[in-house]
């Protein structure tokens, strides 16, 4: 059966799964990892549910960063749903990894949503890849704003970016340099494996919202820790997650922030209070993902999948 | 796809897997828990890999203990393999817990095979459940013995144990009492869930071998400590998991026997030595299950899928 998504309000689903998770309805044991060899490879198993969802929910994901050498895509995942009452295999769902692709652009629109400046001119995206392509697309569906500029190491991949992206009422150009997105734009979505900083605070404009959703280790950083440090608001998906990864995780150790001072995007979620106090302040959402959108994500795709095999019949 | 395991020497693959275990060649992460409730319910995950194998496998294994009140059964269970080279998923094997079960009945052979003494004039088996008619099924391939005596704590099912017993030269009768068990036979495996132990050192007689598969917790205890420690060899599938579970965790623990006495399967099957230096010796085997044999049971499984495939084509 394929995978289809169209007609889900992904960036609500998310919202929910925040707003469950900072309530602390998620659980979720400890991430599984298996380490290979010759060649390189990791896989991470994640699983957990949700407290009075009808499933639990197990993701496993691989990343073998040799496989492009044979013309093979390097990461490779699938989830699996059982029943939480009877344990009970529910479904497989082979989505290859583009279900994670997805809410964790929906998380990017949940963060803008919620913490951007309005009226947005001009969005920015550091990164040309996937992620780099999916944020515009989900950010179509909370912002206003159809203008964006995106910057890219490699600017030789701009056309390809440019034609492979599904944001249908959004026109991209190219910037030469981070700086350049920076100084022209009020949302800003920062999605490269970067183990630099490519934005330095003298960059950031005031009234700017950046989204760090690059970073998902300890050893990425993609924002120089005074940004947060000079930010009216930083945010994160897990406030756990942050003592260990991510932007915050770097900006705590750096002694630009302090972890006391950082909110969880749950918590703003369910408040619905706006954070910012102004249209010119600096906000910050670093993303490191988490399982509940792994869980909910996955519950949403059986569900409507469940749905439709219903009214054919 | 039926999944069959006819023509696997399922008895070797075990022996090749606990070798491959002992020789420290596997790579087996910790067991992933989730625990849930209302109703209660747990979830193992296992997953590793034996390096040159080809694939590495995800174990999937449900309890739900109040299943059987709504006529489910209260285990469920699924092995994954995923291609070791490139992460990508390569099989779902949903056998609910089948495999399990063979593999388990097959390691309790393997004990046999290389502890218990000759001849063999009757088997013994406490426990009337799954495990306790496979052990029998499993023998015939490794002994000439085609006599059994068993016990179950529920001698009215006993009739329902002989009829689903799928031992075709063996007979079967039902014994009173665990010590019956223990007087008449020279090959006795223990299959139940107990949580006390069912034989007495003064039980068991010189010549016997015990393979206790029942116990793979801390929890549960098949053997008194006494046993093991008359016993003139004891072994484990696995030193580590015996340090946390089974009969020899218990045994230790009383202080029956020493740590550093007690033999890897593995090892023993790797040497092919005799462990055993008279027929009068008692030997002991506990089997707490590890996960070199999820590993090589699912393989082996897949492989000769794959060969049937290619048969037909």
């Known amino acids: 059966v394929e995978i289809g998504l169209g007609g889900l309000d992904l960036v609500g689903i998310m919202e929910e799964s925040f707003a469950a998770y900072s309530r602390g309805e998620a659980v979720v044991p400890p991430v599984g990892e298996l380490l290979l060899e010759d060649p390189p490879g990791e896989v991470h198993i994640k699983h957990g549910y949700i407290r009075g969802d009808e499933f639990f929910v197990i993701k496993v994901a691989s ?102 992206l599904d944001a249908p009422e959004t026109t991209v150009e190219l910037a030469e340099a981070p700086a350049e997105v920076a100084a022209e734009c009020d949302l800003i979505v920062t999605t490269t494996p970067s183990t630099t900083p490519l934005l330095r605070a003298r960059d950031v404009r005031p009234g700017t919202h950046l989204t760090a959703v690059g970073s998902d280790t300890g050893g990425k950083i993609e924002l120089d820790p005074e940004i947060l440090g000079l930010a009216d608001a930083v945010v994160v998906d897990s406030l756990s997650q942050s003592e260990s990864r991510g932007e915050v995780y770097r900006a705590v150790e750096a002694g630009a922030i302090r972890r006391k001072d950082v909110l969880e995007l749950g918590d703003v979620v369910r408040r619905d209070a706006r954070v910012r106090t102004s249209e010119d302040q600096i906000t910050v959402c670093d993303l490191t993902g988490v399982a509940v959108q792994d869980i909910r994500i996955a519950e949403a795709v059986y569900r409507r999948l469940e749905n439709e095999r219903e009214s054919e019949r």
């Not at 344990?87 to 990017?108: F, K, Q, S």
């Not at 629109?109 to 996937?130: E, K, Y």
Request: charged share 25%.
């Open 63 to 164: 990343g073998f960063y040799r496989n492009p050498e044979s013309g093979l895509p390097s990461g490779h995942g699938l989830m699996l749903l059982f029943s939480r009452k009877t344990g009970a295999p529910e479904a497989v769902i082979l989505d290859e990894g583009y279900l994670t692709d997805m809410r964790t652009a929906a998380a990017g629109a949940v963060a803008a949503r919620h913490l951007a400046s309005h009226p947005i001119r001009r969005i920015g995206i550091l990164g040309g890849g996937v992620q780099g392509r999916l944020q515009l697309r989900l950010l179509e569906s909370v912002t206003d704003c159809r203008r964006a500029l995106v910057w890219m190491r490699d600017a030789g991949k701009f056309q390809r970016y440019r034609s492979d």
